[in-house]
């Protein structure tokens, strides 16, 4: 199961930290923990993703931005995200893959005013 917080409204170069905690085991056996968002009508986009073995994988529009890491010791990932920007705003979820499934959290919703 996967629960994420911190999502809310901030103005825009404003920073959030999203945290996404995860049960039924240890995330540093799960391969990828990842943060898609969607806005309503549109598809869900990955924005980073962190591998197990330490790597992490930015979409363009979040490089430089917006860093993801994990926490094996405490079962959590973090989204970190600066000078947020008004075409952030959308729901953010956590999600892990792991020998081809994936897992889904409820999403949390991020404002970003201009």
């Known amino acids: 199961q996967l629960v994420e917080s911190g999502g809310g409204l901030v103005q825009a170069g404003g920073s959030l930290r999203l945290s996404c905690l995860v049960s039924?085991?240890?995330?540093?056996?799960?391969?990828?923990m990842r943060w898609f968002r969607q806005v309503p009508g549109g598809p869900r986009d990955r924005v980073a993703s962190?591998?197990?073995?330490?790597?992490?994988d930015y979409r363009d529009f979040a490089k430089g931005r917006f860093s993801i890491s994990r926490d094996n010791a405490k079962n959590m990932v973090y989204l970190q995200m600066n000078n947020l920007k008004p075409e952030d705003t959308a729901v953010y979820y956590c999600?892990?893959?792991?020998?081809?499934?994936?897992?889904w959290g409820q999403g949390t919703q991020v404002t970003v005013s201009s």
């Open positions: 999600n892990s893959l792991h020998w081809g499934t994936n897992t």
């Open positions: 039924g085991g240890s995330i540093a056996n799960i391969d990828i």
């Open positions: 962190a591998i197990s073995d330490g790597s992490t």
